[in-house]
């Protein structure tokens, strides 16, 4: 009953396979191998055109790089206040970007409205050279409240910042997840909306350690090597991370390992709900949040259930917690069962 984090699982046996076919042989370091033109190729036809892809080992570097490459560092990002960037990144987009600003903003469903952002725009833009102006727009693609934009969201803002000047990043650490429930193409609620940079995560969705910044437009991407490098993150074993998102790619396993992932998540809502638990926010993705009684808690952390209290701060207007009672956050994984979605609501239940 491990829902702490869709990252708690280990890796599916493709990935491990495509590890060790990787290690057989001598290949060149850093990026200078086969598997990484071949994956160069296949996110060029996947975005349905050409892309700059940088692969790194952790969500956090393609988060904070990718920023830091698209805005000067006197800048500020435009964020949601529960953002990771925000929220759990320890400051890295600010060290990788030199100083960058970062500006949290509130909104419904743990998204940005338009009018947000607009606003955010106008309170940062002007008094130069005084006040630190926005320069980017981060969204993130499912967000932490498990919810998704929809590609007509994402055009609206997207046209806004580019207005406005600012470039547009969207971080994907579930991107996966977001793109099946919408049955949309990755074209389609990235580039095609705007997006200018994609933090294209396939850690949460099964591989070991593998992320890739993809620029859209690969002129944006100039001098993106140099930065990678200075940042400490080009691997020099770089193939290995190339492998893992082939086999992650390959067949489309990370679109049924995200659907596998999401459909758990609809069964743990559908069964909470029915046992009386109040759940906060849509499943859209494979998070789920509930308000559980403190005697629930209890029981459920007593049987050994995993699972992560969230700030009461994030909830909603007009949702507030009992005495004892906490938000909590569960998420499923490709590798998450039926029978530990029963066990759990049936624990819940009491």
Known sequence: MYFASDNTAGVPPEMIQALADANKGFVLGYGNDDYTRRLNERMSKLFEREVATFLVPTGTAANAIALAHIMPSWGGVICHQSAHIMTDECGAPEFFGGGTKLFGFPGDDGKLSLATVKDAIAQYSARRPHQVNAAA???????????????????????????????????GARFGNALVRLNASAADITWKAGVDVLSFGATKGGAFAAEAIVFFDPKLAEWMPERRKRGGQLLSKHRFIAAQFEAYLEQDRWLAWSRHANAMADRLAEGLKAAGIQIVWPVEANLVFAIFPQETDARLKAAGAAFYGRRPSMLPPGIKLQSGAILARMVASFATTEEHVTRFVALARG
């Open 137 to 171: 727009l981060s969204i993130t693609q499912a967000t932490e409240s498990g919810t998704i934009y929809r590609a007509g969201e994402i055009a609206a803002l997207c046209e806004t910042a580019h207005a406005a000047g600012l470039k547009v990043h969207m971080d």
